[in-house]
């Protein structure tokens, strides 16, 4: 097991290698001198040649690469061009709303999607199936930022409780004021934030995990071993969710974190529609402003979380069952 | 095979869907009830007025009307569903096929570079490929393409590593069959099941794709109709005027809707272990 984590940790750095390589040369593969780009339009001759030394753009391209990769190991992701503010700096300020309404979509998707699964298969047949079913395939046809437009106008515009954007204080900073003052007002301001833009992000995900807790638990619920233990008198509640659900969650775990990323790539298109302060908005709003350093340091954040998140499930899979071994 | 499609309602009813679709994206000038593009701004943001009226669904903040735009989008949808679905099938079977059949340092090489691609959640993938491209349709098909090659790689190199070890394989060899013709010829003929339900399951993707990447300005550029623009027009008024972003979305639900219902009825089909399962 040990040695599995370390191979998949050396992986991950290969492939995390791969991933600046690729993010490193979008600057260079945009059409146009990137100086230009990064200079707009009113410059003269002088702030092109200081531009272009200061960047480093006068040099190899490898030799480029790996001063870039020297500085991003430490934290250093350049200086954002429209701001004059450390790239790094703006991301670390926003990852963590980022970070907060992914976990919040992925506890909407789960709350929902398994209790709805392990119904639809135990009454298999009945309407409660096919209604879950249905709403399962409208759900994953959705695309979510329709949804969240959809939230917004037909139900937060005529709900006082809902607000129409932002953040507010954030969920788990408001827990923790709410820990320490012992007023729960910060911590529902949160909530009351979160609430649509997980929904808006969590349905599509809820969709593709009722239909697999479905289907998984189906399998599980004709297998030998429930049959046994309905033979020898337990009860059938006790069957499904005791013996059943542990094992059909298997598969579900394992596309959480396939889920995960499709989560993070949908986040960036919600949060511009809930004017959520996270890394996805801010670089959309750095792509119309052209703001490189910006989507090259967001983007190479976004996949570092995403790669990580993949490793922790994988790994999480033999600890769910024992039974698995690696080689 | 087609009897099976037509006792399959779920197959039966995407193939509907999207003929419906494609039959309105062929003859959508002759389906508007007005011209698309027509601006009047004495009509600006009129309610949706029901079946027989001048602006059925409504009309948008140039005094556009909203159903004969959700017709005429339709074309850019399916076109750059279809191209980048295209594009990436025919990408991904070969790299696919070549990484299971050679195997070896091409296996490793090509499918490395899959698992690079997989590293970025997909739809930031796209936005950043077509923010370094520049936006358009174009650039925009080229991203979704490139997004969905790994999946459709991914399934091919394992149909082919199924089947290569088959017996009438080995027979193809035996009797002398060129490299290419066992793979083209025996080997992808038989393992395309998979691969043909992946794609029209990826239609639906690359279509809210295309919708998201509009919806934030870097897809297609106007005059050309969008449904994915539409939303962001619509999302300027939605206090006032929801109707110009509820209509355009219904037609995103109901076309990849389509897709998924004829990728599930294909499945079926096509693998009945995993019928109602």
Redesign the interface.
Not at chain 2, 215 to 218: A, D, E, H, I, T
């Given at each position: 097991m040990f040695e599995y984590a370390l191979r998949r940790l050396f992986y991950l750095i290969l492939i995390l290698f791969g991933v600046s390589v690729l993010v490193f040369l979008m600057v260079h593969i945009a059409p146009g001198d990137p100086v230009l780009v990064l200079l707009g339009e009113d410059f003269t001759q002088e702030d092109y040649d200081r531009l272009m030394q200061l960047h480093g753009f006068d040099r190899s391209l490898p030799e480029q690469y790996f001063s870039w990769l020297g500085r991003a190991l430490r934290g250093d992701l350049g200086i954002s061009i429209r701001q004059g503010v450390p790239v790094s700096l703006l991301i670390w300020q926003r990852m963590g709303a980022t970070v907060e309404l992914a976990l919040a979509a992925v506890f909407v998707a789960v709350c929902t999607a398994i209790p709805l699964g392990v119904l639809a298969a135990v009454k298999r047949g009945t309407i409660i199936d096919m209604a879950s079913m249905v709403v399962s395939l409208l759900a994953v046809s959705m695309p979510p930022f329709w949804l969240a437009l959809v939230l917004l106008a037909y139900l937060a515009l005529h709900t006082p409780l809902l607000p129409l954007f932002g953040r507010g204080v954030g969920v788990v900073p408001g827990l923790l004021e709410t820990v320490t003052t012992g007023n729960f007002d910060p911590l529902w301001q949160g909530i009351r934030h979160v609430l649509l833009p997980a929904i808006s992000l969590g349905l599509a995900m809820a969709a593709v995990l009722t239909r697999l807790t479905r289907s998984s638990m189906l399998d599980i619920l004709n297998r030998d071993y429930v049959r046994t233990a309905r033979a020898k008198g337990l009860a059938y509640r006790k069957v499904v969710f005791k013996h059943a659900l542990r094992n059909a969650l298997m598969p579900v775990v394992t596309i959480i974190g396939v889920q995960f990323g499709a989560l993070l790539g949908g986040a960036v298109v919600t949060e511009t529609v809930f004017a959520w302060p996270g890394v996805g908005r801010l670089i959309v709003n750095a792509i119309s402003q052209r703001d490189f350093p910006i989507v090259q340091g967001g983007v190479l954040m976004l996949a570092l979380v995403f790669s990580l998140v993949n490793l922790i499930v994988d790994l999480s899979y033999g600890f769910l069952n024992p039974r698995i071994r690696y080689d | 095979m087609v009897k099976k499609i037509l006792k399959n309602r779920s197959a039966l009813l995407g193939i509907l869907i999207i003929g419906a679709l494609v039959l309105s994206a062929v003859f959508a000038p002759y389906l508007t009830p007005t011209d698309p593009f027509a601006q009047n701004l004495f009509t600006r943001y009129v309610e949706p007025q029901g079946l027989g009226e001048d602006h059925v669904l409504g009309t948008d903040d140039l005094g556009r009307d909203i159903l004969a735009r959700i017709i005429m989008g339709t074309r850019l949808s399916l076109t750059v569903g279809l191209i980048a679905t295209g594009i990436s099938l025919i990408i991904g079977v070969i790299l696919g096929s070549v990484a299971g059949y050679m195997g070896g340092w091409a296996d490793n090489l090509i499918m490395?570079?899959m698992?690079?691609i997989?590293?970025?959640?997909?739809?930031?993938?796209?936005?950043?490929i077509v923010?370094?491209?520049?936006p358009g349709m174009v650039n925009t098909m080229i991203a979704i393409a490139i997004v969905r090659i790994p999946a459709m790689a991914r399934v091919t190199r394992s149909q082919v590593l199924a089947l290569k070890e088959e017996e009438f394989v080995e027979a193809a060899h035996a009797i002398g069959c060129g490299h290419m013709r066992i793979l083209f010829r025996h080997i992808l003929i038989n393992g395309f099941a998979p691969i043909v339900v992946l794609a029209t399951l990826g239609m639906?993707t690359a279509i809210?794709t295309e919708?998201?990447l509009s919806?934030?300005?870097?897809g297609a550029q106007p005059p050309a109709i969008s449904w994915g623009r539409m939303?962001s027009v619509?999302?300027q008024a939605?206090?006032n005027a929801?109707h110009v972003?509820?209509y355009p979305?219904l037609a995103?639900?109901v076309t990849?809707?389509g897709f998924?219902?004829l990728g599930?009825g294909m499945r079926d089909i096509l693998d009945p272990r995993l019928k109602n399962?």
């Open positions: - | 490395r570079f698992d690079l997989l590293a970025f959640p997909g739809v930031l993938l796209a936005i950043a923010a370094t491209l520049g639906g809210v919708a998201s919806f934030l300005g870097l939303l619509g999302r939605l206090r929801p972003t509820l979305g995103i639900v990849v809707l998924n219902l599930d399962n």
